[in-house]
């Protein structure tokens, strides 16, 4: 696939059953209708795409005001995306939701999508599509183990989904096309979540998300932010916000932060999906302008990624511990306390010393135990996985 090809969104395939799948308790929490997002206030017709409301919006925006002066920063904001829906937060449900939308609108059972095995997008994947009326199949990757990994098994578990583990990304590949063969003689079709929901639809949650912080600017309830933090993983956010602040007439630069060896994202492979997701908007509202992006709009921060995905660092710690005693703020040492170590690093240098920042926290604060309490006993996963524990 080249740069500038689409990514394939939802594939079909055919699913081997629907697996352990039980009906959360409803929550009691309106979410955004699809006339309300930003993006579609902005551009009407963008409401002609499926879309399984999973968000409520917009997510709010504070100042991190005791973290800045301690470490005598400029102006620190951060964008609350770890509240952003009532059954899991962080940037997950803003891309699911379109994602699950299409399988929905194409009529398929089953979803079937791919990470470590701590994966918070498999987790979300897994607690959405039960929200939908979906079942989930998940494919795993070892990763670095930790508690918090244990957890989020645990969790998949608990939400129904069913657990396959692969011993490599070559593995994850040949694993999903067996499990996706065999559904086809069934006759049970899947949808294709790809890894993060990073996809030319799935990043429609991204560029939604910065129309969405465009609409705040102009309300005032914050500055017009010079640079975004945010970490990268799949590419998927980072590419909406990238094209959304474009479309949105924001001057804002995105400063993504690595956080994975698997597969990572370069400027040109992000580059590639901002244009595909840019296609598929306009497929569907033609009045979008053909705004022009290149590699420059994706700079990558590298070096607070550490020896491995999710593999934490002393300088993630150390960031995860300050905006917890400082602002009250709980972030993962995976993902979004690493973004933070680089923002804390890069903040205090120019050119960002004098600039006003925004810290996109991506990491879900719902209590998913509280929900899906009791968790099992490890010993209730699939055998290959007791050896995590």
């Known amino acids: 696939m080249g740069a500038d090809d689409e990514p394939a969104d939802l594939a079909l395939c055919s699913s081997t059953g629907i697996c352990g799948f039980v009906a959360l308790d409803p929550v009691d929490m309106s ?9 579609v206030r902005r551009f009407p017709a963008t409401a002609r795409l499926p879309r399984h409301p999973l968000t409520v919006l917009p997510t709010p925006v504070q100042p991190l ?21 009532p059954l899991y937060g962080g940037n997950k449900p803003r891309k699911l939701e379109w994602l699950i939308g299409a399988a929905q609108q194409r009529g398929r ?42 957890r989020c098994l645990l969790l998949d578990q608990a939400a ?43 990043a429609v949650g991204y560029v939604n998300a910065a129309c969405e912080l465009a609409d705040q600017v102009k309300a ?12 990268l993983g799949s590419g998927g956010t980072v590419a909406g916000l990238a094209l959304g602040c474009r479309l949105a007439g924001l001057r804002t630069r995105i400063v993504s932060v690595l956080v994975t060896d698997i597969l990572p994202p370069s400027p040109n492979r992000l580059l590639g999906l901002a244009r595909a997701s840019l296609r598929r908007l306009r497929q569907s509202a033609p009045d979008i302008p053909a705004v022009a992006m290149t590699t420059a709009d994706f700079p990558i921060v590298r070096e607070f990624l550490g020896p491995a ?38 903040a205090a240098r120019p050119p960002y010393r004098q600039q006003t920042v925004l810290f996109w926290n991506t990491y879900s604060s719902v209590d998913l135990e509280a929900r899906l309490a009791p968790l099992p ?11 995590f524990f």
Not at 73 to 82: F, Y
Not at 115 to 121: D, E, N, P, Q, V
Not at 223 to 231: G, H, K, L, S, W
């Open 309 to 346: 995905y999710g593999a934490a660092t002393e300088a993630a710690t150390a960031a995860q511990r300050l905006l917890l005693d400082e602002e009250g703020i709980a972030l993962e040492t995976t993902y979004t306390a690493k973004c933070m170590a680089a923002l804390l690093d890069l």
């Open 160 to 202: 129904g989904a069913e657990l396959h583990l692969a011993g490599s990304v070559a593995g994850v590949a040949a694993t999903a096309l067996r499990i996706c063969a065999a559904g086809i003689l069934r006759g049970r079709p899947f949808a294709i979540i790809p890894t993060g929901g990073s996809s030319a639809l799935g």
């Open 31 to 39: 979410r955004t209708p699809t006339a309300e997002l930003a993006l």
């Open 65 to 85: 005001a005791r973290l800045a002066q301690r470490h005598g920063l400029g102006a620190v904001w951060i964008k609350r995306d770890d509240v952003s829906g």
């Open 109 to 150: 059972r089953s979803v079937i999508t791919f990470g470590g095995i701590g994966t918070h997008h498999g987790l979300a994947t897994a607690i959405s599509a039960r929200d939908a009326g979906l079942a989930a199949v998940l494919v795993l990757l070892p990763q670095p183990v930790t508690d918090h990994v244990r």
């Open 220 to 231: 005032r309830a914050l500055p017009e932010p010079d640079a975004i933090f945010v970490p």
């Open 377 to 387: 006993e490890w010993q209730a996963l699939p055998e290959p996985f007791h050896r």
